[in-house]
């Protein structure tokens, strides 16, 4: 049996004959791994054993013949984990959950586990603990598995014999790194038996009507370990996100074929596992400091799901010659474009110093609409004067200074109301023509400078 060596990039699974520093095909630098591989025919390439995708006979059919597959959604027992997946899981779909170790993969997926047995048969694979750990975990969040089979097997081979034998409705695999076919010669978790591993398991799911739930490992830089191709294979893409010395975790949708993506589910850790938190926005204001310059609110868009969160700014004289600039849940290029608007339009002094930023909650502000927040937030930590605490501030700011228009204004609005914000700054052309809810005052602003004309006039 000969073996080839050959070399594949870790971030598009572009194969190359020798190594280089920069991959020919996406441009990344340092990407390229060795991957070894005895040649060998694939028991899969035989003519039987085509995936049909057609009518059954691997025959293309007319496209005005086709019958619309009915795609049936099973929900997890768990309102946010459905709203991610666009409504529950999909039958015959293959999602990849991935996240940092101890973020609660596992204890998620005993979770969900429990509640899909109830009505079908869910094959839980885990190939990274043992029957006894997966037991303790089970009794700990009070897991009763009437139909929950538990296999511990790294084999690909073995899984699929354990599949034909249970017929279960739902598989999760538990981590795909670990697993390994005897068809590639590679080690496990390299790039090809990664590959492989997850083709095998889609087939699965698109041949049998299987769902399949895989378990990807991050690699150091916060990434799905493996090919990049591995996330454009599968159905579904959810980041397990939140710090581990934080008790809330949020579930984002990267990708989804049968739903809207960066839809989030925000959930909380607890002894007894994970727990759905009904109003996110409530509890990221909670704790929020009262008559406390530099902190502002903010209503953001996820997905369709509106959430207020708190920015905090400080703003200090700095010792060094070339003052620091740090951002936590803010992206850092939109940082310190919006300082160069504030330091152009305003004459405010932040090249003198160290500006400090931070969303509460380990929440990651990405949408425009948030500028104007940021922005308060700045101008009241440089002048130290502080907003009021019923003042919520959104829209999006440009380089001229000038506050734009916003999405969503009325579903933002209705969730400040709904809050006790009684006063709300945002773009004048999102105001013109809307009624306020009662109670609820707008002050519609066009530009950075009515901004500081307002926070002026507060303390006149």
Same mark, same amino acid.
């Given at each position: 049996?000969?073996?080839?060596?050959?070399?594949?990039?870790?971030?598009? !699974?572009?194969?190359?004959?020798?190594? &280089? !520093?920069?991959?020919?095909?996406?441009?990344?630098?340092?990407?390229?791994?060795?991957?070894?591989?005895?040649?060998?025919?694939?028991?899969?390439? =035989?003519?039987? =054993?085509?995936?049909?995708?057609?009518?059954?006979?691997?025959?293309?059919?007319?496209?005005?013949?086709?019958?619309?597959?009915?795609?049936?959604?099973?929900?997890?027992?768990?309102a946010?984990?459905?709203?991610?997946?666009?409504?529950?899981?999909?039958?015959?779909?293959?999602?990849?959950?991935?996240?940092?170790?101890?973020?609660?993969?596992?204890?998620?997926?005993?979770?969900?586990?429990?509640?899909?047995?109830?009505?079908?048969?869910?094959?839980?694979?885990?190939?990274?603990?043992?029957?006894? /750990?997966?037991?303790l975990?089970a009794?700990?969040?009070?897991?009763?598995?009437?139909?929950?089979?538990?296999?511990?097997?790294?084999?690909?081979?073995?899984?699929?014999?354990?599949?034909?034998?249970?017929? #279960?409705?739902?598989?999760?695999?538990?981590?795909?790194?670990?697993?390994?076919?005897?068809?590639?010669s590679?080690?496990?978790?390299?790039?090809? /038996?990664?590959?492989?591993?997850?083709?095998?398991?889609?087939?699965?799911?698109?041949?049998?009507?299987?769902?399949?739930?895989?378990?990807?490992?991050?690699?150091?830089?916060?990434? %799905?370990?493996?090919?990049?191709?591995?996330?454009?294979?599968?159905?579904?893409?959810l980041?397990?996100?939140?710090?581990?010395? /934080?008790?809330?975790?949020?579930?984002?949708?990267?990708?989804n074929?049968?739903?809207?993506?960066?839809? %989030?589910?925000?959930?909380?850790?607890?002894d007894?596992?994970?727990?759905?938190?009904?109003?996110? &926005?409530?509890?990221?204001?909670?704790?929020? #400091?009262?008559?406390?310059?530099?902190?502002?609110?903010?209503c953001?868009?996820?997905?369709?799901?509106?959430?207020?969160?708190?920015?905090?700014?400080?703003?200090?004289?700095?010792?060094?010659? &070339? #003052?620091?600039?740090? =951002?936590?849940?803010?992206?850092?290029?939109?940082?310190?474009?919006?300082l160069?608007? @504030?330091? +152009?339009?305003?004459?405010?002094?932040?090249?003198?110093?160290?500006?400090?930023?931070?969303?509460?909650?380990?929440l990651?502000?990405?949408?425009?609409?948030?500028? @104007?927040?940021?922005?308060?937030?700045?101008?009241?930590?440089?002048?130290? +004067?502080p @907003?009021?605490?019923?003042?919520?501030?959104?829209?999006?700011?440009?380089?001229?200074?000038?506050?734009?228009?916003?999405?969503?204004?009325?579903?933002?609005? +209705?969730?400040?109301?709904k809050?006790?914000?009684?006063?709300?700054?945002? #773009?004048?052309?999102?105001?013109?023509?809307? +009624?306020?809810?009662?109670?609820v005052?707008?002050?519609?602003?066009?530009?950075?400078?009515?901004?500081?004309?307002?926070?002026?006039?507060?303390?006149?």
């Amino acid at each position: 049996m000969k073996e080839k060596t050959s070399y594949v990039c870790t971030v598009c !699974g572009c194969r190359s004959s020798k190594w &280089s !520093g920069k991959c020919s095909d996406c441009g990344s630098w340092n990407s390229l791994e060795e991957v070894t591989e005895a040649i060998k025919k694939s028991p899969s390439s =035989s003519p039987k =054993s085509k995936v049909n995708l057609f009518d059954g006979n691997g025959n293309a059919v007319k496209f005005s013949e086709m019958k619309l597959p009915e795609y049936i959604r099973t929900e997890t027992g768990m309102a946010e984990l459905d709203r991610v997946l666009g409504g529950g899981l999909v039958s015959g779909s293959v999602v990849l959950l991935s996240g940092e170790p101890g973020i609660g993969k596992s204890t998620l997926l005993m979770q969900i586990s429990d509640i899909f047995c109830k009505q079908y048969k869910v094959l839980y694979v885990s190939g990274e603990e043992s029957s006894g /750990q997966l037991k303790l975990r089970a009794e700990r969040l009070g897991v009763a598995g009437e139909n929950l089979y538990i296999l511990t097997e790294t084999n690909i081979e073995a899984v699929f014999e354990q599949i034909s034998a249970v017929s #279960p409705d739902i598989v999760i695999v538990d981590s795909v790194q670990t697993m390994y076919t005897e068809n590639v010669s590679s080690s496990p978790s390299s790039i090809t /038996q990664v590959r492989e591993c997850a083709m095998s398991f889609i087939s699965l799911a698109k041949n049998k009507g299987i769902s399949v739930i895989l378990v990807g490992h991050v690699n150091k830089e916060g990434g %799905i370990a493996g090919p990049k191709v591995l996330e454009h294979m599968v159905d579904a893409v959810l980041y397990f996100e939140g710090e581990r010395h /934080q008790s809330y975790r949020l579930i984002r949708a990267i990708k989804n074929r049968y739903g809207a993506t960066n839809e %989030i589910g925000v959930f909380e850790m607890t002894d007894t596992g994970l727990s759905e938190v009904d109003n996110p &926005s409530e509890m990221l204001l909670s704790g929020r #400091p009262i008559n406390a310059s530099g902190n502002c609110a903010v209503c953001t868009i996820e997905g369709t799901r509106p959430l207020i969160a708190e920015v905090q700014a400080l703003v200090t004289p700095t010792t060094f010659p &070339s #003052p620091r600039r740090t =951002s936590n849940g803010i992206d850092y290029n939109r940082l310190y474009l919006i300082l160069a608007v @504030l330091e +152009k339009k305003l004459g405010l002094r932040f090249s003198a110093n160290d500006v400090y930023i931070n969303v509460i909650g380990g929440l990651r502000l990405t949408e425009p609409g948030t500028d @104007l927040a940021l922005a308060f937030s700045l101008i009241s930590s440089i002048l130290d +004067k502080p @907003l009021d605490d019923d003042v919520l501030v959104m829209g999006e700011l440009g380089l001229s200074g000038e506050v734009r228009a916003i999405s969503n204004a009325d579903v933002r609005i +209705k969730e400040a109301a709904k809050l006790g914000f009684t006063k709300i700054i945002l #773009p004048k052309r999102c105001v013109d023509g809307k +009624k306020s809810p009662p109670g609820v005052k707008l002050y519609g602003v066009t530009s950075i400078g009515e901004a500081m004309r307002m926070l002026r006039q507060k303390d006149n």
